[in-house]
């Protein structure tokens, strides 16, 4: 039988040809599977609205990859979404909805909420670091051209907040940066497990703080990413523009300096060659 992991990855191999890669970094690479049992496959996800995106844009994708790998055409996708403790409408809530699957079955989506503090640790995971566990510094090519990026990230990942702090690495499409924040990320937390270590791609940061303005839950969406302790935010140059986003994560990587936490930036470019990034952001990027 396999195993709940095997079978995701099977999942995302089909739904990887099936959507361009900037969907499937943005809305599967964070996702991580969590538990099958019977007919029910639940995966972890960022929060309640990244539920609705993907039930609303792929569910029958998602739903079809899953029976054709599990060989089970009954399965129930459940989804688990993990927030702040500190939110006031924290504690386990549960709610579902129905979906007209492509070839006609209906699909019950259930979107399961709990705050990490009340997670028992014998079925949950109190933290996901949305890291992939596959990119490591072991396997990472090193070559003349990122040579100096590889050691510095190395020496950041030995001793987060204190040297290269914040760290920025930028270049071209496919060079790189996005495996080596992951290496980073996984070695902390192997290492340094007690520590909170989240990687986020800039554009789901946008949607979270978008998401939280519509919710009025701005507060705690700011209070969540101040309790990191190394924050990985790749591709930051799609903030450019995003004046009210930006001031957000302004508080946030003020608190986070202050208190020598670890951050971590990627971008296309370098920052000064960033346009509609605010000044007061800029200036603590170069």
């Known amino acids: 039988m396999k195993l709940h992991g095997e079978i995701w990855d099977e999942c995302l191999e089909i739904i990887r040809d099936n959507v361009s890669e900037n969907v499937f970094g943005t809305w599967f690479v964070p996702v991580v599977p969590f538990r099958h049992s019977g007919d029910e496959f639940v995966i972890q996800v960022p929060s309640q609205f990244f539920c609705e995106f993907l ?17 089970n055409p009954n399965i129930r996708l459940i989804y688990r979404s993990v927030v702040d403790s500190t939110s006031p409408n924290k504690g386990l809530t549960m709610t579902t909805s129905e979906y007209r699957t492509a070839n006609g079955n209906l699909h019950t989506a ?15 995971i109190a933290w996901d670091a949305n890291l992939n566990g596959h990119l490591s510094f072991a396997n990472y090519f090193e070559g003349i051209s990122n040579k100096a990026a590889r050691a510095i990230a190395l020496k950041v990942s030995q001793n987060p907040g204190k040297d290269f702090n914040p760290y920025f690495i930028y270049g071209g499409c496919g060079v790189g940066k996005t495996h080596l924040c992951h290496a980073i990320g996984n070695k902390i937390s192997d290492s340094q497990p007690e520590k909170k270590v989240l990687y986020i791609s800039s554009h789901l940061f946008q949607v979270q703080f978008s998401d939280a303005k519509i919710k009025n839950t701005s507060n705690d969406f700011v209070h969540f990413y101040q309790g990191v ?3 990985i935010l790749d591709d930051i140059h799609e903030l450019a523009g995003k004046a009210k986003t930006q001031d957000a994560f302004f508080h946030i990587f003020n608190h986070l300096t202050l208190n020598g936490k670890q951050i971590i930036f990627t971008a296309d470019k370098s920052p000064s060659r960033i346009e509609g990034l605010e000044e007061r952001l800029l200036s603590r990027l170069i």
């Open 110 to 124: 259930s979107f399961l909420n709990q705050a990490p503090t009340e997670l028992s640790d014998s079925n949950l």
């Open 229 to 231: 302790d190394v924050l």
């Open 55 to 71: 039930e609303e844009h792929y569910a029958d994708l998602i739903y079809q990859a899953l029976a054709r790998v599990s060989g």
